[in-house]
């Protein structure tokens, strides 16, 4: 923390590319991920006046490899994914954040984009259908714009959130697509569930 804070915005996009050449040689997630989770804590002080706690940096690596945190409500759980998020994607993963309705994805991608679009990433969000000329998917650029966009642009930003049923449903619909043109997912690699429990136990009927 004491390394990034005193960095200016160019500084930062330097160390970005940096930490990005470093993985690309080295094809080891460690290496930079302390780095990584300082400069996303630093974007998120200045861009929404929010600190990560070290106990949500303890979160945040506990998500990244691949199990369950388990916090209360107003402990910051969706600041927290923003650290594993940024991670992921900062290695050229797909990423998507799961959460259980539509509203709560279009909020917590609106209210996380900040940090985000000052790491240099876009972010998609995937609505449900709602009939014709409803938009169902926007993304948010790094300029902080939200534009209505196709389902493809949505799922092709580096982070994207949605619900358990449109991720579920349209991974369905991928493997049923006849031509690889109508998929609209890419390569999935991580995704981060919200309310697990609810929706891996709970709501396992649906896909």
């Not at 300082?38 to 929010?50: F, H, I, Q, W």
């Not at 409500?73 to 959460?99: M, Q, R, W």
């Not at 389902?151 to 049923?165: H, L, S």
Request: with cysteine; glycine share 6%; charged share 25%.
């Amino acid at each position: 923390e004491e390394k990034v804070s005193s960095l200016s915005e160019r500084e930062i996009k330097e160390r970005i590319n940096s930490l990005i050449q470093q993985y690309q040689v080295e094809q080891k997630f460690d290496n930079i991920l302390c780095e990584s989770f300082a400069l996303t804590r630093e974007a998120s002080k200045r861009v929404l006046g929010l600190r990560h706690f070290d106990t949500q940096l303890m979160g945040g690596i506990v998500l990244h490899n691949g199990q369950i945190a388990e916090m209360k409500t107003g402990e910051g759980k969706t600041l927290v994914a923003t650290l594993p998020a940024y991670f992921n994607a900062l290695c050229d993963n797909s990423v998507h954040i799961i959460t259980v309705n539509d509203y709560l994805a279009k909020r917590d991608a609106s209210w996380m984009a900040p940090i985000y679009n000052t790491l240099g990433l876009t972010v998609g969000i995937i609505q449900s259908y709602q009939g014709s000329g409803s938009a169902n998917s926007f993304i948010i650029n790094t300029s902080g714009e939200i534009n209505e966009c196709s389902r493809a642009e949505a799922y092709n930003a580096d982070v994207t959130y949605g619900t358990n049923n449109e991720f579920g449903f349209d991974y369905l619909r991928d493997n049923m697509a006849l031509r690889l043109e109508d998929k609209v997912q890419r390569d999935l690699s991580f995704a981060i569930v919200d309310e697990v429990d609810s929706i891996l136990i709970d709501e396992a009927r649906t896909p």
